[in-house]
């Protein structure tokens, strides 16, 4: 039931004047509460215990029948906390002001430096203020802070938030709304839900006219204060907005989440499979049991670049098995035609029948079509999920990238080639090709790992005094060779400093420091994910596409003379 401030104001009043010792009642309740060694000692079960205690239930009632009847005493005696740990925040619930809005016992809950951390964190941030400004000793501070965050931010003390949710992210709006709509229906029900069950319950969404009116509004305050955190509005004194101001903040929400969801969907889309279509159709169309990928068939006539033997998979990869390529050289031979190596059975002209009925597709053509959409796809994401990965940093690491001294490097492993004994090569696997960042502003220097691939960027504390430019090898260092093996290095961090070579990239000059930058769309991080995107991307689309065409026996044979006509013609 709601208390008045001014009823609040006189069981505090009240409460002290008949206390036996005047003392903050947290502290009172705290030394008189039942403590059961079975029980983990939470916040909420201490309140419990609290409310439960002998003198508890007794200063309830004192309360309860000397004020009014309108509330039970335990709801007295946790309004009377709420009063004496932060007075203002009594003022604000029931009279809120946009001046005010979320500040809590001094401490800024819509502030941009919480951006990135999870909500234990901010917790625990919380917790540390409490104490650090008297409010609450180190013993009562994680009851206080519960106590009021369970009032004014329950979304922070929900249960089971996945590691990644982080405050200031466009999955925090969503969480923060449904938390509010979930409180208003029931008060407190949020601090005591998981998150599954907090976003199982937004699922429904509202019903009446008023749960509407509810979501609206704390989606607007959820909306802010994810606009504050990244930079799209500065912190207003007053605390208020132009309609102009909302109306963007909306915009470029809506904009980003259109971005994210076509990027997210691409990469839940299966690559295109060549070989994984064509054995499908085939065993459709032309029988279970037959072994498709059998290399048994053979040219019946001469023809240099078609030796065999082949498979039927990889005839019909190739569109050749109704059509055999023919010996251009004289026409009065006889068309050529597939037949099975001797001694080996095989349904030939069985599969040959079906496929002819089934009028096979055109696998290649398709292939063709999908795998550059495909890969279109993948490379117009890298982008997206770049400027995603800056902008989630925490605040600290925004501004210092944004506006410090920047330079972007690339780092490679040395490796020694098989075929060249003795000789070194460079290279990044293709599978993990990242950039390194070095920002530096005053006398401080982080590094980060920028990496798309694995979606993840990362401080790189490893290379803190132990940082070279090149190789501290003095052998030559070539390029690799496309004939090289495939290498692969689970963590850059773990390469040994001999086995690195860093290359210098691009430089950019400190800038003078703004407040919270808008990383997502500023011309600094344009830059950096252009370089990110030009090294991932290089080289991506060839090995991309031979990944999912699948190797077949006419890929791999590639006649001597033709060798030599490539050689020369690369020269």
Same mark, same amino acid.
């Given at each position: 039931?709601?208390?008045?401030?001014?009823?609040?104001?006189?069981?505090?009043?009240? $409460?002290?004047?008949?206390?036996?010792?005047?003392?903050?009642?947290?502290?009172? $309740?705290?030394?008189?509460?039942?403590?059961?060694?079975?029980?983990?000692?939470? *916040?909420?079960?201490?309140?419990?215990?609290? $409310?439960?205690?002998?003198?508890?239930?007794?200063?309830?009632?004192?309360?309860?029948?000397?004020?009014?009847?309108?509330?039970?005493?335990?709801?007295?005696?946790? #309004?009377?906390?709420?009063?004496?740990?932060?007075?203002?925040?009594?003022?604000?619930?029931?009279?809120?002001?946009?001046?005010?809005?979320?500040?809590?016992?001094?401490?800024?809950? @819509?502030?941009?430096?919480?951006?990135?951390?999870?909500?234990?964190?901010?917790?625990?941030?919380? !917790?540390?203020?409490?104490?650090?400004?008297?409010?609450?000793?180190?013993?009562? #501070?994680?009851?206080?802070?519960? &106590?009021?965050?369970?009032?004014?931010?329950?979304?922070? &003390?929900?249960?089971?938030? *996945?590691?990644?949710?982080?405050?200031?992210?466009?999955?925090?709006?969503?969480?923060?709304?449904?938390?509010?709509?979930?409180?208003?229906? @029931?008060?407190?029900?949020?601090?005591?839900?998981?998150?599954?069950?907090?976003?199982?319950?937004?699922?429904?969404?509202?019903?009446?006219?008023?749960?509407? =009116?509810?979501?609206?509004?704390?989606?607007?305050?959820?909306?802010?204060?994810?606009?504050?955190?990244?930079?799209?509005?500065?912190?207003?004194?007053?605390?208020?907005?132009?309609?102009?101001? =909302?109306?963007?903040?909306?915009?470029?929400?809506?904009?980003? /989440?259109?971005?994210?969801?076509?990027?997210?969907?691409?990469?839940?889309?299966?690559?295109?499979?060549?070989?994984?279509?064509?054995?499908?159709?085939?065993?459709?169309?032309?029988?279970?049991? !037959?072994?498709?990928?059998?290399?048994?068939?053979?040219?019946?006539?001469?023809?240099?670049?078609?030796?065999?033997?082949?498979? /039927?998979?990889?005839?019909? #990869?190739?569109?050749?098995?109704?059509?055999?390529?023919?010996?251009?050289?004289?026409?009065?031979?006889?068309?050529?035609?597939?037949?099975?190596?001797?001694?080996?059975?095989?349904?030939?002209?069985?599969?040959?029948?079906?496929?002819?009925?089934?009028?096979?597709?055109?696998?290649?053509?398709?292939?063709?079509?999908?795998?550059?959409?495909?890969?279109?796809?993948?490379?117009?994401?890298?982008?997206?999920?770049?400027?995603?990965?800056?902008?989630?940093?925490?605040?600290?690491?925004?501004?210092?990238?944004?506006?410090?001294?920047?330079? /972007?490097?690339?780092?490679?492993?040395?490796?020694?080639?098989?075929?060249?004994?003795? /000789?070194?090569?460079? @290279?990044?696997?293709?599978?993990?090709?990242? $950039?390194?960042?070095?920002?530096?502003?005053?006398?401080?220097?982080?590094?980060?790992?920028?990496?798309?691939?694995?979606?993840?960027?990362?401080?790189?504390?490893?290379?803190?005094?132990?940082?070279?430019?090149?190789?501290?090898?003095?052998?030559?260092?070539?390029?690799?060779?496309?004939?090289?093996?495939?290498?692969?290095?689970?963590?850059?961090?773990?390469?040994?400093?001999?086995?690195?070579?860093?290359?210098?990239?691009?430089?950019?000059?400190?800038?003078?420091?703004?407040?919270?930058?808008?990383?997502?769309?500023?011309?600094?991080? #344009?830059? =950096?994910?252009?370089?990110?995107?030009?090294?991932?991307?290089?080289?991506?689309?060839?090995?991309?596409?031979?990944?999912?065409?699948?190797?077949?026996?006419?890929?791999?044979?590639?006649?001597?003379?033709?060798? =030599?006509?490539?050689?020369?013609?690369?020269?």
């Amino acid at each position: 039931v709601p208390i008045e401030h001014s009823e609040l104001s006189r069981l505090n009043t009240g $409460l002290m004047e008949n206390a036996e010792h005047p003392e903050p009642l947290l502290d009172y $309740l705290m030394r008189h509460r039942i403590t059961d060694s079975a029980q983990t000692s939470t *916040p909420q079960q201490i309140i419990e215990n609290m $409310l439960e205690s002998p003198k508890a239930k007794a200063l309830g009632e004192v309360l309860r029948v000397r004020y009014g009847g309108y509330a039970t005493s335990s709801d007295l005696l946790l #309004a009377v906390l709420g009063e004496q740990l932060e007075p203002a925040s009594t003022v604000r619930a029931h009279n809120p002001s946009e001046q005010a809005a979320r500040m809590v016992a001094g401490f800024d809950l @819509a502030s941009p430096k919480l951006a990135g951390m999870h909500a234990t964190e901010i917790v625990t941030a919380f !917790i540390n203020h409490l104490v650090q400004t008297k409010r609450a000793t180190t013993e009562t #501070a994680p009851v206080a802070a519960h &106590l009021l965050l369970a009032r004014h931010a329950p979304a922070l &003390l929900a249960k089971d938030i *996945p590691d990644k949710l982080t405050y200031g992210s466009h999955s925090w709006v969503s969480f923060e709304t449904a938390s509010a709509l979930r409180d208003s229906k @029931a008060a407190g029900s949020t601090a005591q839900s998981t998150y599954a069950q907090i976003m199982a319950y937004a699922d429904i969404g509202p019903i009446s006219k008023q749960e509407r =009116i509810i979501e609206q509004d704390a989606q607007g305050a959820a909306l802010r204060d994810w606009a504050l955190a990244n930079g799209l509005l500065k912190p207003s004194a007053s605390g208020r907005y132009t309609q102009t101001q =909302i109306s963007e903040v909306y915009t470029q929400y809506n904009n980003q /989440i259109r971005e994210f969801s076509k990027a997210s969907q691409h990469f839940d889309e299966p690559i295109p499979n060549l070989k994984q279509s064509v054995l499908t159709w085939l065993k459709q169309h032309c029988g279970e049991t !037959i072994d498709y990928e059998k290399k048994c068939l053979l040219l019946s006539g001469y023809h240099p670049d078609f030796p065999g033997p082949y498979s /039927i998979y990889d005839l019909v #990869a190739k569109n050749l098995l109704l059509d055999p390529p023919q010996n251009l050289k004289g026409l009065n031979h006889p068309p050529n035609r597939w037949y099975v190596k001797r001694n080996v059975d095989f349904p030939l002209q069985d599969v040959l029948n079906a496929a002819r009925a089934s009028k096979i597709p055109d696998f290649s053509a398709q292939f063709n079509t999908q795998i550059k959409r495909y890969v279109d796809d993948f490379i117009e994401s890298i982008p997206v999920l770049t400027r995603y990965m800056l902008s989630r940093l925490p605040d600290e690491d925004k501004r210092l990238i944004e506006y410090g001294e920047i330079d /972007i490097y690339r780092e490679e492993l040395i490796y020694k080639e098989q075929i060249d004994v003795g /000789i070194l090569h460079k @290279a990044q696997p293709d599978n993990n090709k990242p $950039l390194l960042l070095r920002a530096k502003s005053g006398d401080k220097t982080v590094f980060y790992e920028v990496n798309p691939q694995r979606g993840e960027i990362f401080k790189r504390d490893d290379l803190q005094g132990n940082f070279v430019v090149g190789k501290l090898t003095n052998l030559q260092v070539y390029e690799r060779y496309p004939s090289d093996q495939p290498i692969a290095v689970a963590k850059y961090s773990n390469l040994a400093p001999g086995a690195r070579f860093i290359t210098h990239l691009l430089h950019f000059n400190a800038t003078p420091d703004k407040g919270t930058p808008n990383t997502y769309a500023s011309a600094r991080t #344009a830059s =950096i994910v252009n370089a990110v995107h030009s090294n991932v991307i290089d080289g991506q689309r060839d090995i991309m596409v031979a990944a999912a065409r699948g190797v077949t026996t006419l890929d791999t044979e590639v006649p001597n003379y033709k060798k =030599i006509q490539e050689f020369f013609l690369n020269l």
